[in-house]
């Protein structure tokens, strides 16, 4: 079995008498995969939004490296680069920063003035950047402590860019709309500035251009099919689409030897792309969380990803099916046929596998997280960020359940259906009564998240301690069924503070979360986000 993302043997197995416990996907190694370049060891960095870190993979036997850590000043790299002196300039797209790394690992505020810094690139030893944001600007940036020069403005939502042979620097749009602006562009500029102008248009989905060692521009799509387009810009201007099958493409490299090697951001991992679309997994893609965990009534088994709707599934490649890209999804619960999610984005929806159609059946709330159908059809949610429990019926009419709580995760309902949350805020599980404060039922917890009920007992991950805990609902009796669970970061680190939001309303970093689930042969379902796979928890025969 593949070693876990945790990385270190000081984390011991999950342990438990009373379950088995059993991964249904392979441990992922990389919290998802953003930005890629190669550094001057000849090892691709890889920055992980997700994660807060950076990692440098060999291309050759796949090892992988921690190599920025998620406990230091950086949050939330989303691209990188090298510049002629070998030092990492790396975009710190939440705060809006941008850093540089020595090559002797010394860190420097380069700027803290550019509002979601994501693409960026070196020419010598210039330095390049540019804001993924409505109206976004592209801007040279200078680690002397000059102040940046604007080049341009007016990008829709820049990334990932890259020197092109004849001198210009090359953009995506990767917004799209009505607008003649807005769909799906390649633009270029001189980096000494200019008129801006348009590369090609109508481009799928663009998020990333990169040049090969011939000069073809691809151009990569952040679609579910993982579609390149390789544009000739010396002659006629042909395209060529190819599809890799890369769910959620990011970033690109290209190697001395013209290999392209990819990183997606909804599946993480890195992937070698030959140029008719094989594939060779260097790091297997796997699982970003998984957030939310759920079962239907026929045993399927889907996670809330943060990008998407997936299956864990052995026999696939990665250990994972997509069902559908539904950005920043967290909670999950299912419904007969029907999904229901929420949003890191504030919204709940429903979301129907059958047809992929998605319907919309609130919005604006404050970090919704655990979600559950109560017996009279309608989904509660645990609004974590305005410490609420709110109800949305099913003319999409949004009620309060219970307010003034600290950080609520998740909900459940027991048979005689009575609700409970868990707040991790507070340490607690708590039963919600109607007109009357809430009932505490569990205390004393370190941050309990995922939520169930099977048959008489009440289940949480307390993700603090890593462990399963249990209570009867008739006599109190409280258990730990599991520990060494692997939720949470790693033992001994403590990410940085997160943001709720950066700016223009785009969601921040994502808060870690641990669901729980009940299978219909009495089994738990566990999101165990520290290794990035769903375990099955199967309770174990007693004499």
Not at 228 to 256: E, M, Q, W, Y
Not at 506 to 533: I, K, W
Request: aromatic letters at 6%; glycine letters at 12%.
């Amino acid at each position: 079995m593949r070693a876990s993302r945790y990385g270190s043997p000081s984390n011991p197995p999950a342990t438990s008498a009373r379950w088995t416990a059993e991964r249904l996907n392979p441990p992922s190694r990389l919290w998802g995969s953003n930005g890629v370049a190669f550094g001057p060891d000849g090892r691709l960095y890889v920055a992980q939004f997700l994660a807060g870190q950076i990692s440098a993979v060999d291309p050759a036997t796949g090892n992988v490296e921690v190599v920025v850590p998620m406990d230091g000043p950086v949050q939330s790299p989303d691209d990188l680069a090298f510049g002629a002196d070998g030092s990492m300039y790396i975009a710190d797209l939440v705060p809006g920063r941008v850093w540089r790394r020595s090559p002797d690992g010394e860190y420097t505020l380069v700027s803290d003035d550019v509002a979601n810094p994501n693409g960026i690139t070196c020419v010598g030893d210039r330095l390049f950047v540019n804001e993924m944001k409505p109206d976004g600007r592209l801007m040279e940036l200078f680690p002397d402590g000059r102040d940046p020069v604007v080049l341009t403005e007016g990008l829709a939502l820049g990334n990932a860019m890259q020197l092109g042979p004849d001198g210009h620097l090359y953009y995506p749009h990767m917004m799209s709309g009505p607008n003649p602006l807005l769909t799906g562009q390649v633009w270029r500029i001189p980096p000494d500035g200019g008129t801006p102008e348009v590369v090609a248009d109508d481009v799928h989905q663009p998020v990333a251009v990169r040049f090969d060692r011939g000069g073809v521009l691809h151009v990569l799509s952040r679609g579910a099919e993982g579609i390149v387009t390789r544009i000739d810009l010396h002659g006629s201007g042909s395209r060529t689409l190819v599809t890799s099958g890369v769910v959620g493409l990011d970033n690109a490299a290209f190697d001395a030897e013209n290999r392209m090697f990819v990183s997606s951001y909804a599946s993480g991992g890195v992937t070698e792309m030959h140029p008719d679309g094989r594939t060779r997994e260097i790091v297997p893609r796997g699982l970003d969380g998984p957030y939310g965990v759920t079962i239907d009534l026929g045993g399927q088994v889907y996670a809330a990803d943060h990008y998407r709707v997936a299956t864990p599934e052995p026999s696939q490649e990665g250990g994972v099916t997509t069902h559908s890209l539904l950005p920043f999804a967290h909670g999950i619960a299912a419904d007969g046929e029907l999904l229901h999610l929420t949003s890191q984005f504030g919204q709940i929806q429903t979301y129907d596998p059958r047809d992929g159609t998605t319907r919309e059946r609130a919005g604006g709330l404050r970090r919704p997280l655990g979600i559950t159908v109560a017996p009279d059809g309608s989904l509660v949610v645990a609004e974590s960020d305005a410490g609420r429990v709110v109800a949305v019926d099913g003319n999409d009419a949004v009620s309060v359940l219970a307010d003034g709580l600290d950080r609520p995760a998740d909900v459940t309902f027991d048979a005689e259906g009575r609700c409970y949350v868990s707040d991790e805020g507070a340490g607690a599980v708590l039963r919600i009564e109607a007109d009357a404060a809430p009932t505490v039922v569990l205390d004393g917890l370190d941050a309990p998240q995922g939520l169930a009920v099977l048959g008489d007992d009440l289940f949480t991950v307390e993700t603090g301690r890593r462990r399963l805990r249990a209570v009867s609902l008739t006599t109190g009796e409280v258990r730990t069924d599991a520990e060494n669970l692997p939720v949470g970061a790693p033992a001994g680190v403590v990410p940085c503070a997160e943001p709720a939001l950066f700016a223009h309303g785009m969601p921040g970093m994502a808060r870690r979360f641990a669901g729980l689930a009940v299978g219909a042969d009495g089994a738990l379902l566990l999101s165990a986000n520290g290794e990035g796979t769903v375990m099955r928890l199967t309770p174990v025969e007693r004499s």
